[in-house]
């Protein structure tokens, strides 16, 4: 954006005075982010946006929707598109409720609900453009890089220490769980499977901020945390039984964090590119199937 737009929309952000929605997935675009059909048609000092997007939110609410849509529909792939952050009470916005088994895998503020959000000739003003006109997939390059994990994590696995919890003070046959042979075969699956994540997110964040250079990391880092934590879901399933799959106060187990997870881990698989694209891009950087290699997107 420009030094204008940055200092109008960053402050309260940072601030935490606004809360901002990604609004990426179409009925039609996901995977395939470059092939959204939301159109913005310039007009005057304006542009009317028309379309459709999915898998957008929480419950919370917003007050700006970040967002990618085609502001040239005669123009090539990947040169057709415009971002805009578009104010979330103008007129002609409808959020509306989705049905899922659970909202999970983005590591954002999920309150276990995602919307369908539809705009309907929603005039949006031009500054509201963010990178210029038909400059949105640059936009794009710059975002998809840190949702694919360039930009790392410093955090743990919080449901691997409720797990090893839960399995220290719960007992089982007479014993506590994780006395059992078994039980503590898979308990250390699980640590180990994490603490390869927890690494490789912890190396990316060093790389990020000492301006490093990065090819495959984040994709990476993306692919071990979906695929591990789809693993890790099985493994509290072989640990705990039936109480990892019910969040019932006397039945289900820490809490209903094991239930939770269960179905988040079958999620997190897609949001944020899947395990599939994560592959094509790390091949794409390592110089498999083209001459030249592919590189990240500018972070700055």
């Known amino acids: ?22 609004l990426l997935s179409e009925p039609e675009a996901g995977s395939d982010l470059a092939n959204v059909k939301s ?5 005057g000092d304006d542009y009317i946006i028309n379309g459709q997007k999915v898998f957008v939110g929480s419950s919370l609410g917003c007050d700006y929707m970040w967002t990618l849509t085609v502001t040239d529909t005669e123009a090539k792939r990947h040169e057709n598109l415009g971002w805009f952050m578009i104010p979330s009470d103008l007129p002609g916005i409808t959020v509306q409720p989705m049905d899922l088994l659970i909202s999970g895998g983005e590591s954002g503020a999920g309150s276990g609900v995602k919307n369908t959000v539809f705009f309907d000739n929603v005039r949006v003003p031009a500054f509201n453009l963010i990178g210029g006109h ?19 994590r410093i955090s743990r696995n919080v449901v691997v220490d409720k797990l090893f919890e839960y399995c220290r003070t719960n007992d089982r046959r007479g014993e506590f769980i994780s006395k059992d042979p078994d039980a503590r075969e898979k308990l250390i699956d699980v640590y180990i499977e994490q603490e390869i994540v927890r690494l490789l997110q912890l190396r990316n964040y060093w790389m990020r901020h000492s301006g490093v250079t990065t090819t ?31 969040f019932d106060p006397e039945l289900g187990a820490s809490e209903g964090h094991m239930e939770a997870h269960s179905r988040a881990g079958i999620i997190a698989i897609h949001p944020g590119g899947t395990t599939d694209i994560q592959k094509v891009i790390m091949s794409r950087r390592i110089g498999i199937g083209r001459e030249v290699r592919e590189k990240a997107g500018a972070l700055g």
């Open 134 to 152: 038909n400059q949105g997939w640059k936009v794009a390059t710059t975002h998809l890089e840190l949702e694919h994990g360039t930009g790392g």
């Open 39 to 43: 159109t913005a048609v310039k007009d």
């Open 1 to 22: 954006g420009t030094d204008e737009q940055k200092k109008y929309f960053l402050p309260p952000i940072f601030k935490g005075e606004v809360r901002t929605w990604q």
């Open 216 to 246: 495959y990391e984040g994709p990476q880092a993306s692919y071990l945390k979906k695929t591990l934590g789809l693993k890790m879901s099985g493994h509290i399933l072989d640990i705990l039984g039936p109480a990892a799959l019910t």
